[in-house]
């Protein structure tokens, strides 16, 4: 190992750099080569089957804060980022008829999306682009990764967790989003688009197997594993080549537990860096990828990725091999049989619904009488979490019903709770009645239904389970008269509402119905809210859209850890500096740490640049912050940071490699200075 270098005046973006990747390291080279063999395998089916299409594609890093921010999703406030496994990326499309009439479509590396960002987007997209894309237009999804930064909600009950709002990690988002669709908007050319359907086996398990066998037995017979195998893709094709994709595939992305701190997409972000990383992107210059492929999110509120239903129980020896396992399975599903697509052009329609305060007419219910929905109130089940997969906190005692359930808030709610409430949550054990608190939770929610091209697109922002997602998809496709097969069902898109069980399957108040939050009928309340909307696109009438509610955006108070710190170098050393590395040859397949005298990085979260690379003897990226084979750490020591990178070294070179980090310090008045360091590594 030879000694560093620091440069405090360079640019942020130090070193040499390729202008596009040629290394596919290791098991990503192979696993990529397989990938885009059977990728191209039936592009002749698919494109005799395809419909024309305008389509653009873009890609923009979104990386949040990677030190002190609280993480979406399993709503335990110790489960603060520490670095990156990898970073965060939104996936855009945008399509355009021969009528320029548009659609676009993000999938963003998130755990959760949010009506505070959808509103800011539209927002910023309005200032550049007019009236050309809108609430009706615009789908945004987040692939809903258990481990990436939060704060990020308008609503106050899951900024809690987080421990108040998180500005710069907002910005980020937003300005991601934002970039990506800009990308793809430059991006349109002609080109055409293809369905496929294919499978994905031993990926998911259903974790709430009891509830799931209280539905009726043909729906059941539907999906003999518990869930559902079917993966569907939406091929971008030019010049009858395959330029991109955009797939839907039903597993929840709780490979990495809640004692996970580095922020990554888990299997979804793996599936698409993966796919992307073969096709020759680099994401440190995703402006220029070649390829986009968003492996988007459909319906998997009771699926788990889990294999022996317990957290970490992945098919993996640990959870990044979970993760790559999983998500080099989901790519595998790209390949599928070709749907013929009847139809062209783009049409759509959508709603702002009042969850809260929904008449359920009687053919969307289970017992053929109205049904109805109430304000927000969350279980005593949601509170336990989702125990095949980790959070919550065991020593509240609180239970899913398959455990029992919590038999004092049974006690309580007995002589509490009114008696509407009670017909309108039935077998809920009512915990936080959070829907009669102003801004805790959004209550009004934004329902579409798209037609592009022969696909049929429904979007929603819950977490349908496997067979609610199936009813929507059959209310949907009987509205419009479409084959079952072209209809998609994803969730999780331009806002959040919690779970969407059946009927049946809340009555059994697992997590997934303790969680679904306005009651027994908010299957049936989705159903209509979509089969309206499906109904009016059939006859071709207007829909009123309605209107949001407001959010608390910009007043959440901030988190008191997202503040900008002063940053102080080593004692006696600078910025840049090595602090510990291998001192002598290091052999091949052993791995290789190196620390560095960093700076917080919140303050400057290089986007599009990364904190790290690995160079080869030749001068050649082999590796960075989004790559399998490094992980990257911080930690605080007082007003000093400390940036350790770990690199797996068995598909590396021999000869010497140097390992780069990059990073901007801040001073006491706010103003940031550019430092690097360089770590030589020899493998022998």
Known sequence: MRRHTTTATRCAGSGPRTTRRGFLGGSAAAAGAILLSRMTAGAADRAAAAAPMTVGRGLADMTGEPLGAGFNGYAVPEQTSAGLHQRQFARAFVFADAADRRLVHVTADMGLMFQSIQQEVLRRL????????????????????????????GHLMVDITTMGFRPVTFEATVAGIVSAIERAHADLAPGAIALTVGTVGDAGVNRSRAAFERNPAAERALFPGGVNPDSTTLHV?????????????????????????????????????LTEHAAGVDHRAPAEAPFVAAFAMSTPGDVSPNQGLVPGSGPGVDEYDSARILGRRQADGVRGRAIPLAGGGIEGRHRWVDMSDVAVAPRFTDHGRPGRTGPAILGAAFAASSQEDGGGDPALGFNEGSRGGTPWVRRVNAVAVPPAAKEIHGAKELLLPVGYLPGMVQQTHLFHVHRLGGVTIASLPFEPTTVAGARIRAVVAEALGADPATVIVQGYVSGYGHYIATPQEYDQQDYEGGATIFGRDTLGAAMQSLHGLAAGLAAGEAVDPGSPAGDLTGMIPPSPKGGPPVDLPPAGGDFGDVLAAPGAPVRRGEPVTVEFAAANPNADLRHEAGYHVVEDPSGAVVADDSHEDTRLLFRREGARTVATVRWDTAHAAPGVHRIRYAGSARDAAGRLRPFTGVAEVELI
Do not use: C, M, Q
């Not at 999804?141 to 704060?151: K, Q, W, Y």
């Not at 929840?252 to 698409?272: C, M, N, Q, R, V």
């Open 126 to 153: 309005a200032a550049r682009y007019g009236a050309l894309y809108h609430e009706g237009n615009v789908l945004i999804g987040a692939s809903h990764t258990h481990v990436a930064p939060g704060g990020t909600s």
């Open 237 to 273: 094709l030019r010049g009858g080549r395959s330029a991109g994709f955009i797939n839907w595939f039903g597993i929840h992305p709780t490979t990495f537990g809640p004692e996970h701190t580095l922020i990554s997409g888990d299997s979804k972000g793996y599936a698409a860096w």
